[in-house]
């Protein structure tokens, strides 16, 4: 897949340890996951309900969160919120959330929610 060398490898190693993967879509949680364990990933948690997700969190305490914009159980702008104003320890870890509808109001709309990074799928 992903060729990196090792000095980038060191670089996002401490990040990508513990990663939370929030998306209801099976398929697309297991390519995003396989492409972490490319990246060094250990430690991969995939949550469809944003519901669940500040305990997962809690108790995983991830270095990043990939999160899906939408879906039957999930708003993605405002799970990011929830992060970025609670308690958690992992409150300031990345974010990056994925969505297929990449335009300017909806990357903004992230980017206020406390998004570090936009990726627009397909990916």
Request: contains cysteine; hydrophobic residues 45%.
């Amino acid at each position: 897949m992903f060729a990196l060398d090792t000095k980038s490898m060191q670089k996002i190693a401490p990040v990508v340890k513990r990663v939370v993967i929030v998306d209801a879509n099976p398929a697309s949680a297991r390519l995003m996951s396989d492409l972490l364990k490319g990246f060094g990933c250990r430690d991969v948690a995939v949550e469809g309900d944003d519901e669940r997700v500040i305990d997962l969190a809690r108790e995983m305490e991830p270095g990043l969160f990939i999160i899906e914009r939408t879906g039957p159980k999930l708003d993605g702008e405002k799970l990011a919120r929830r992060i970025r104003r609670s308690s958690l320890s992992s409150r300031r870890a990345p974010i990056i959330m994925v969505t297929a509808e990449a335009t300017a109001s909806v990357i903004r709309g992230a980017r206020d929610a406390g998004v570090h990074e936009f990726l627009r799928k397909p990916f």
